[in-house]
Structure formats: C-alpha cells, structure tokens
C-alpha cells in the first residue's frame, strides 16, 4: 500500500502514481476542496464527471461539525459523503494558527474557540491524527504550525514546534491503511526550510508537505522556497504543496517537483462570479459579458462551456441562482483537473517545458484576445 | 403541431400525448419550475436524467430580469438556459397580482412596481403575450387576473376581466409554433366557474388552464372545482392545473382529468430542509435524524436515495452547504415526476383508482413506519 512510482520525469517535473487504499492517484494531481465533506455546490457524481481523483477534506471544520466520530459511526468520509476515490485530511493546524487572537499555542497544542458555538476546543498532534484516523481519509497530515512566511524569528519557533509535533504525530498513528505526510515549515528562509526538509525527512513519513505557502509572500519567495524544499526532499517520495492553486502555481510548481495539489479557489472564485481561462481571470458580472453568447472559454471542454452563454451566467450571478455557483465550479475545476492532466502528459513526452511556457505567456499576456478582457 | 391525444382513460383520468415543436408531453405530467430561467440548484442535465419532461418559466421574473429581449437575442429560451425539451411560460398574471398593495389594476391592464429596481413596469394582455413569444417557449399563457378564491364579489370582477383578456390575448398571438392556453378563473365558486369554463372553451384556445386555485382555499374546494371546471372543459384539449404540485394534489387532480402540473413546492421544500416521502414530508434537520444511516425513503430510486443517508444531509443542511438544496431538489422532483409516471401507467392499465387508494392512504396514514415519523 501506498507504493510511489515515479514512471516519467522531464527536469525536475515528474509524473507518478501513488497506490492509496481508493485507487490510484496518477500525479501530477489537483484536489478539489471538500471543507466541511462536500466540495462546495458539486455532486460526487459531477466531480466524477470532471476527473477529479483525489478531494481533500478539512480535519478542523469536520471535528467541530458534525464531529469525527458520527463520521466514523456513518462508515468514514468515504462512505459519508459518497465520494469512492482517495482522500486526503489536512491536520487542523492551518485553519486553528488562521484563528489570530482566539488561540493559544503551547508546546503540546492549541487551545481556540470554536467558530461555530465559541466552546473552547483543543487540537495537539495526538488529537489532530486521532481525528483524521477516525475521518479515515487515504492521506492524513502531521500536526504543524504555519508561522506569518516573513517573520523569521516566530518562523524558527514555528518550525521547531512543527518539528517536535511530527514526531508525535508520527508516533500517535495507529491504522496502516493511511499514508501521513510530514509538512515541511520554515517561512521563505531557505537556511530554516533547508533544516525543516532535512529533518522531517529523516523521521520516515509516507510523503512530504510543504506547508506556509501562498499565504502573503511574494510569487518569487514561494517558487524559490519550493526549489529550496524540494531540493533537499528524497526522490522517492510524493511531494505535496499544501493550499496552492492557481493555474500559474500549479505550472511552476510541477516543473519545480511538485507532485499533489489543493485550493479553494477554484469553487472560492465561482461563488464570487469569477472564471478562470487559458488567459487569466474574467469576472462575469461585468457588464461587457451581458449580452455575449460565447461561453467562458471557446477552448474549454467542459459541461458549462459546451453548454452555457456568458450571458446566461451573468444572468445567473445577477440573479443570485445557486446554478451560477455550480457552473462556475464545474468549470473552474475542470481548468485545474486539465491544467494538471496536461502536465502529466507533456511530462510523459518530455514536452514539460514547452507547454509551460506556452501556458504561462498565455496566462500573463498583455495582449489578451479582447474576448477575454 | 400541438396535436393532443388521449391514449388511455380510466374514469375520469386520462394519458395523452400533446405534440410541442421541442418534443411529445406524455401525461400526467409534473413540469419543475424554472422561475429565473434555471430550476433552482440543478443543471439541465441533472433535470434530464430526472426525467423531467417540461419546465415552467416565469414570464414576470424573466420580464423584470434579464429582459425578454435579451433572452430572444440569445436565440430564446430553450437555448437561453440550454433546457432542449418542452418549456411553458405563465403570463405574469399571478405573479403581478401577488404584489398586493404595490400593482394597481384597470380594464386595460396592471401597473406595479419592480420588485428588482422598484421602476414602475406594466403588463397587458397584448404586452404578455409579447413577451412570451420573445421568451419563446413552446406553452404560453393567456394574461388573467387571479382573485383572492373566496371573495365572491371580487372574483365575478376577476373572471369578467380574465374573459375580455382572454379575448385579446389570442388577438395579440403571432407565433404559429407556440400553443395558447386560456385560463379559467371564478374562486370557489360553481357558477362562477362554471361560466368561466364555458366561455374560455369558445375562444380556440389550444388548451385549457385551471387557474386560482391552491392559493388558500380549503382542499375540498379545491378538488370540488377541478371537478366543476373539467366537467365543462372539452374533452379534446389537455388541461393544466396551474401552480399545484402535493403529492397528493397530482394524484387528486389526475383522478378529476387534470393533464399537466406545476409547482415551486419540491425545490422550495428541499431548500428549506424538507423531503418528501412515500408517507409525507419528513424535515431533515430534525434531531431524530443526526445519527441515521438510511437514506430519505428506502424505496425511492433517485440519485440521493440511491447514494445519501439522513445524517450527511442534514449535516450539509446544518452547514448551510448548497449541495444540501441540490441533493433534495433532485429528490423531490424525482418523486412528484415519479409519481406522475406511476400515474400514467396506472391509468394505461386500468388501475388508477388502486394506485392512487395505496398512495393516498400512504401519505394521509396516521400509523407511518416510525422511520418516517
């Protein structure tokens, strides 16, 4: 179980698969967001229309509401909310160090407030692992705190908590049918990111994280920072950048090693009206799309764009309907399940370089069809 | 084009087959609503596979917003929001004659007041009419005037203006590819509605509606007026009984020779919790349901029977998750469209009266199996 393979690589981009209990993950690959067990205004049935294999849900909101053990009562997340792929867990630790002013660090966890009832709540690395083994997801996370990426001092304490918390998390496992990745730490201070990749690889994790990205530090820091990290992790290991999705992470991130990916922006974005193309964002409540009949993107292939006017979905948006969010879902899904099955592809075909380029240029163009302004 | 035939009867219920330019009606037949051009939280799709055979739209909504003209240059409704069967549009009337206080009547016609921009807007039976061939749909409907049912006074004055309409609306009616339906008011009424059904029956309209009802009289004058109504209706054209949609009110209205339903209740119902049953609604954020691992209704073959327990929906509903409004829309249209289906084989086998003694003694049963208590 949870055997790595890497089968293509093209520079530092590799394309892999990683045997999971629920099917195999063929990598690269994107992870839609199921926060709360439900990837936001999707069915699992149109998920599975769109390719998604892999879905991860939220440790920290899935413990507060509806609580890990009516999960496991109802079978696990699998079986609760009806998705048959892999899963993967985060640990809590992201959503609870976002909670600025109503948390508590200590050395063995965190204390906060829930958000949902304001009850006081407790997460450490046993906690943390003991929830995700109940959610029973295919790929649970160690415990780690992600300190502000530009503040060096707090990222050393950070680092070193998320240190000591692996080695707990890792001790606290008991199921053998779960992978648990380490998270790597450290802010964008190469020396700090360096000693976390080397010491969290040494602890015997199934797969590696790199965690405290896109979260305020500059495009340049970040794609550095993964070189840094990626540099020092083992080969034979998957590599997870943990929250990053935009197309142009997901690009720069493959051709610097990175294996598995997850964001909320995607459905964050279609329930804000905006979509994602091969040339950047539109936003459909602008007035210039009222009266277009074209679709969102004449080169995208999926439901809504084989089926829906701009106009019908700015009516959709303008109109508050539901139906807007999950169109705008579907397809800005489907971008990034594409996005990343292309670069699965072109790495196969040792071709990773070329349709970077040509995507990214496409991307940050400005000169922009006037379709897609 | 529009061709209606009887193919079965068994007393007073009947099947038929109406021929529409987007394809053949087989009744009964349950139409979802689309008020905004969209059943709310489902793609068309998803209506499909529902089996759903025709969709209402509201010529009021679609009027204020986007604009009847918009969705003509967007080559009408059917490609507007990519719904390829049948579609039937209301004239405005009810909706117009909701807004109490704010809509001012006379002979000619309504003013009122937007409820979107608070601009002052103007519906006329020669405006209606318009309106609906730029929508397009292959239904449209006479513009009436709906009084409250149990004022008498009021609803003479009512009908003798839904006549004169009447008259101009089929005046006002250009498009050959669109069928008419005159609608016949009179409350609760029998010489009203008597009156009422006789001279809408003289005016060539393509088929006839029940309207004015279910709108806060008792559930006796309700069917007593069917009853009267369908008495005086020609045999020869398909009747609809507007803005009606129980479970058991289909099964009522079928066994009193009503062809064509619709109703907001299934998708109004699933965003606020509730789900039909074979023995009534159940409310799925009761307490009863935070633990139970059986689907809605064990017997139901609908995508989220097939796949949902109790406790993941009312978890998404406790979430305020949008799936939950999907998840039980698709169940409740698939009941009231499934019930429609089992209302049309019975009557081509001669059972109606069975079928509906079952399902109505189920659904009135004051001895529910505890699960749908």
Chains 1, 2 share one sequence.
């Not at 780690?144 to 950070?158: K, R, S």
Request: hydrophobic content about 40%; aromatic content about 8%; overall charge negative.
């Amino acid at each position: 179980m949870f055997e790595w393979t890497v089968s293509a690589r093209d520079g530092s981009a590799r394309a892999g698969e990683l045997v999971t209990p629920h099917g195999v993950l063929q990598t690269p690959v994107f992870a839609p967001v199921g926060t709360q067990a439900t990837v936001k205004a999707i069915t699992p049935a149109q998920l599975n229309e769109l390719g998604a294999q892999l879905v991860l849900a939220n440790t920290y909101h899935l413990f507060l509401r509806p609580g890990e053990s009516l999960v496991a009562e109802m079978g696990g997340l699998h079986e609760f909310m009806q998705w048959p792929g892999p899963i993967l867990t985060d640990s809590g630790g992201f959503q609870v160090f976002s909670l600025a002013g109503t948390r508590k660090i200590d050395a063995d966890g965190v204390t906060f407030k829930s958000h949902i009832d304001g009850s006081m709540r407790r997460l450490t690395p046993e906690i943390s692992v003991g929830i995700q083994e109940q959610l029973g997801a295919d790929i649970i996370m160690a415990f780690d705190e992600c300190a502000i990426p530009t503040d060096q001092a707090y990222a050393a304490e950070a680092m070193q908590r998320t240190h000591s918390w692996a080695i707990r998390s890792l001790g606290a496992k008991k199921r053998n049918d779960q992978a648990l990745f380490g998270i790597v730490q450290g802010g964008i201070f190469r020396d700090l990111r360096e000693e976390s990749a080397r010491f969290i690889s040494t602890l015997g994790f199934q797969g590696f994280a790199i965690g405290g990205l896109s979260v305020g530090e500059s495009k340049s820091d970040m794609y550095q920072t993964i070189e840094v990290v990626n540099a020092v992790l083992p080969e034979d290991k998957p590599r997870y950048l943990m929250g990053v999705g935009t197309p142009e992470d997901l690009i720069e991130g493959v051709l610097r090693g990175v294996d598995i990916f997850d964001c909320v922006l995607p459905t964050r974005l279609a329930r804000h009206g905006a979509a994602l193309t091969r040339f950047g964002r539109i936003n459909l409540l602008n007035a210039t799309f009222a009266h277009d009949p074209q679709p969102i993107d004449s080169d995208c292939q999926c439901y809504t764009c084989q089926h829906f006017s701009r106009a019908y979905l700015r009516h959709l948006i303008n109109a508050k309907e539901m139906l807007a969010a999950t169109l705008l879902s579907l397809h800005n899904l489907h971008s990034l399940l594409q996005t990343a099955r292309e670069l699965r592809a072109a790495i196969q075909s040792g071709q990773v370089q070329q349709y970077a380029e040509t995507a990214l240029n496409r991307l940050h163009s400005k000169n922009k069809p006037e379709v897609f302004l």
